[in-house]
């Protein structure tokens, strides 16, 4: 129905009341918006700040050491090159060719719009530094409520992301020439002086020989696999919003393998460091370094690193260096994981696209308070119980639905002809067949069934969590996962409700079906001067129109 006349256009003309899919002649030329990087080496920074974090660093030899050492590397490593990388490269893939936030960026498939969407429950890694060990309480029996020192930290290690994000990507940028270079000089000086310490031979041991038992129990690959997604970033939106500032023909197929390789090697590098110091303190403890590795629990990094500071010259310095370093760590993550909040709300509300810094004030006092908890002395307890459930398993169920709309839903031949068009060719396309059609979507199913049938009480340094956490922690696991399924269901309903009752070769629920399977008509490259091919006939109506075009999509 008409909604009004415009200037300019003739009497009668008039447009749709819809979603609009605008598209103007007068769009500028593609990176000449204040929303993009200023160079390709402050995005890869920037990806290597958010992937190369305190999962490398502290997390991986957590696990390593918890899982058998070597034992845990091998199914590591087939996950990463088979699941992380190429989901990798798709989500880059998939922000870069839309240029459009997590939230809106599967569109490809309107039903599947839910991907992405899900809560940011990852309680971000850099809190793991805010708990006052002195304080701590044997359970959440006594939980306690937060402490001063640990308040103040939190407070201001929000005030910093704040500063740092709230340009958005002109800021962030900037910040991550210090996030994702300074750590790499400090660890690689732990490396080295943690090698020179006695008994960091029978550490090293331990980390690269593999139990061969270990390496088919489930549990190790379930690890392995929320590892990978934890370490890289996956499923949490953050890519994609990052990638979506990218101009249109950014090589991101070069710049996605040099992120995967900093990010894979440098939880291995920092593991030398880790049990090359277990080593030295098993010896010194007259212990083995397993039994050393079991009892330090996820605080292995934080007592091993200090330990090989102490055997430093000028070990005050290092240690201020240290903690600095885990500082940036925890704060490039938390640059990323805010940015892709503070993108959503202003995607939904573009009056907000202005107030950018109204936002990122909003949005990090929001997460302030949600982080206060996690300072109680208890706080310890709940963040094992978020690790768990929310930053655990969650992360591949939202892989495999990415990987399921992209590859299947909307097409792996499709995708591949939208990555032409950005970089001129079909890159590694027998390699991506492989892992986006069968290998990634078969590992995730795999790994998540034998979770969900394997389930157990969660235990955290002897204190074994009560019953309830249990349902706590499965219904955190379950908001985390619902987006999908709620959304495809009413996206489904209001198709079919809306389609017309004409008769038809085809059922309305199997019409209603194709059509939430099915790119929304506004899907695809952002910018006119991107348009081509299939996408060429939208630019066309437009140029030969003096005003703007919308596309009638009430679907």
Same mark, same amino acid.
């Given at each position: 129905?008409?909604?009004?006349?415009?200037?300019?256009?003739?009497?009668?003309?008039?447009?749709?009341?819809?979603r609009?899919?605008?598209?103007?002649?007068?769009?500028?030329?593609?990176?000449?918006?204040?929303?993009?990087?200023?160079?390709p080496?402050?995005?890869?920074?920037?990806?290597?700040?958010?992937?190369?974090?305190? &999962?490398?660093?502290?997390?991986?030899?957590? #696990?390593?050491?918890?899982?058998?050492?070597?034992?845990?590397?091998?199914?590591?490593?087939?996950i990463?090159?088979?699941?992380?990388?190429?989901?990798?490269?798709?989500?880059l893939?998939?922000?870069?060719?839309?240029?459009?936030?997590?939230?809106?960026?599967?569109?490809?498939?309107?039903?599947?719009?839910?991907?992405?969407?899900?809560?940011?429950?990852?309680?971000?890694?850099?809190?793991t530094?805010?708990?006052?060990? !002195?304080?701590?309480?044997? &359970?959440?029996?006594?939980?306690?409520? !937060?402490?001063?020192?640990?308040?103040?930290?939190?407070?201001?290690?929000?005030?910093i992301?704040?500063?740092?994000?709230i340009?958005?990507?002109?800021?962030?940028?900037?910040?991550?020439?210090?996030?994702?270079?300074?750590?790499?000089?400090?660890?690689?000086?732990?490396?080295?002086?943690?090698?020179?310490?006695?008994g960091?031979?029978?550490?090293?041991?331990?980390?690269?020989?593999?139990k061969?038992?270990?390496?088919?129990?489930?549990?190790?690959?379930?690890?392995?696999?929320?590892?990978?997604?934890?370490?890289?970033?996956?499923s949490?939106?953050?890519?994609?919003?990052?990638?979506?500032?990218?101009k249109?023909?950014?090589?991101?197929?070069?710049?996605?393998?040099?992120v995967?390789?900093?990010?894979c090697?440098?939880?291995?590098?920092?593991?030398?460091?880790?049990?090359?110091?277990?080593?030295?303190?098993?010896r010194?403890?007259?212990?083995t370094v397993?039994?050393?590795?079991?009892?330090? &629990?996820?605080?292995?990094?934080?007592?091993?690193?200090?330990?090989?500071?102490?055997?430093?010259?000028?070990?005050p310095?290092?240690?201020?260096?240290?903690?600095?370093?885990l500082?940036?760590l925890?704060?490039?993550?938390?640059f990323a994981?805010?940015?892709?909040?503070?993108t959503?709300?202003?995607d939904?509300?573009?009056?907000?696209?202005?107030?950018?810094?109204?936002?990122?004030?909003?949005?990090?006092?929001?997460?302030?308070?949600?982080?206060?908890?996690?300072t109680?002395?208890?706080?310890?307890?709940?963040?094992?119980?978020?690790?768990?459930?929310?930053a655990?398993?969650?992360?591949?169920?939202v892989?495999?639905?990415?990987?399921?709309?992209?590859?299947?839903?909307?097409?792996?031949?499709?995708?591949?002809?939208?990555?032409?068009?950005?970089?001129?060719?079909?890159?590694?396309?027998?390699y991506?067949?492989?892992?986006?059609?069968?290998?990634?979507?078969?590992?995730?199913?795999?790994?998540?069934?034998s979770?969900?049938?394997?389930?157990?009480?969660?235990?955290?340094?002897?204190?074994?969590?009560?019953?309830?956490?249990?349902?706590?922690?499965?219904?955190?696991?379950?908001?985390?996962?619902? !987006?999908?399924?709620l959304?495809?269901?009413?996206k489904?309903?209001?198709?079919?409700?809306?389609?017309?009752?004409?008769?038809?070769?085809m059922?309305?629920?199997?019409?209603?079906?194709?059509?939430?399977n099915?790119?929304r008509?506004?899907? &695809?490259?952002?910018?006119?001067?991107?348009?081509?091919?299939?996408?060429?006939p939208?630019?066309?109506?437009?140029?030969s129109?003096?005003?703007? #075009?919308?596309?009638?999509?009430?679907?």
């Amino acid at each position: 129905e008409p909604t009004g006349s415009f200037r300019g256009r003739r009497p009668g003309r008039a447009k749709f009341r819809a979603r609009k899919a605008t598209v103007k002649p007068s769009d500028q030329e593609e990176g000449e918006h204040e929303h993009v990087w200023d160079s390709p080496v402050e995005f890869v920074l920037s990806l290597i700040s958010n992937s190369v974090g305190l &999962g490398n660093v502290w997390r991986f030899p957590y #696990l390593a050491a918890k899982n058998g050492g070597g034992a845990f590397l091998i199914p590591y490593f087939i996950i990463y090159f088979l699941v992380g990388a190429p989901l990798y490269f798709l989500e880059l893939a998939l922000g870069q060719f839309s240029s459009r936030s997590p939230s809106s960026s599967f569109i490809l498939a309107r039903g599947w719009r839910g991907v992405t969407n899900r809560t940011n429950d990852e309680s971000q890694p850099a809190t793991t530094e805010f708990f006052k060990t !002195p304080d701590r309480s044997n &359970g959440f029996e006594n939980y306690g409520t !937060p402490g001063a020192y640990s308040t103040t930290a939190l407070l201001v290690a929000w005030i910093i992301v704040a500063l740092c994000i709230i340009r958005g990507v002109k800021s962030t940028g900037k910040v991550a020439y210090f996030t994702a270079i300074f750590p790499y000089i400090v660890l690689l000086i732990l490396i080295i002086q943690s090698g020179t310490l006695k008994g960091a031979r029978e550490g090293v041991l331990f980390y690269i020989t593999p139990k061969w038992d270990l390496v088919g129990n489930f549990e190790v690959w379930q690890k392995a696999a929320s590892q990978v997604f934890f370490s890289l970033g996956l499923s949490f939106g953050s890519l994609i919003a990052y990638s979506s500032s990218n101009k249109f023909h950014n090589n991101i197929f070069r710049q996605c393998i040099i992120v995967v390789i900093c990010d894979c090697f440098t939880g291995v590098f920092a593991g030398f460091a880790v049990f090359s110091t277990v080593g030295f303190l098993a010896r010194e403890l007259n212990t083995t370094v397993e039994a050393y590795a079991d009892s330090s &629990g996820p605080g292995l990094a934080f007592i091993t690193y200090p330990e090989a500071i102490t055997h430093m010259p000028a070990a005050p310095f290092f240690a201020v260096i240290f903690f600095l370093m885990l500082l940036a760590l925890g704060l490039g993550s938390q640059f990323a994981g805010t940015d892709v909040v503070i993108t959503a709300i202003i995607d939904f509300f573009p009056r907000f696209s202005n107030r950018r810094y109204l936002v990122v004030l909003v949005a990090c006092s929001v997460a302030f308070l949600l982080s206060l908890p996690l300072t109680c002395p208890g706080g310890i307890y709940l963040f094992e119980l978020l690790q768990e459930y929310s930053a655990n398993i969650s992360l591949v169920v939202v892989g495999l639905f990415e990987v399921i709309a992209v590859a299947y839903i909307y097409g792996f031949n499709t995708f591949m002809d939208d990555i032409k068009m950005m970089l001129g060719k079909r890159v590694a396309e027998y390699y991506l067949f492989l892992t986006w059609r069968i290998t990634a979507p078969i590992l995730m199913l795999v790994v998540t069934v034998s979770q969900l049938i394997s389930t157990q009480k969660l235990v955290y340094d002897g204190y074994v969590y009560p019953d309830w956490s249990l349902g706590v922690g499965w219904t955190i696991f379950v908001i985390c996962i619902i !987006p999908f399924p709620l959304f495809y269901l009413v996206k489904y309903i209001q198709i079919f409700r809306d389609l017309p009752s004409t008769p038809s070769d085809m059922p309305r629920y199997l019409q209603a079906f194709r059509i939430a399977n099915s790119p929304r008509e506004d899907w &695809g490259p952002k910018k006119d001067i991107n348009r081509i091919g299939r996408y060429q006939p939208m630019v066309a109506i437009a140029e030969s129109t003096p005003y703007e #075009l919308t596309i009638k999509s009430t679907l």
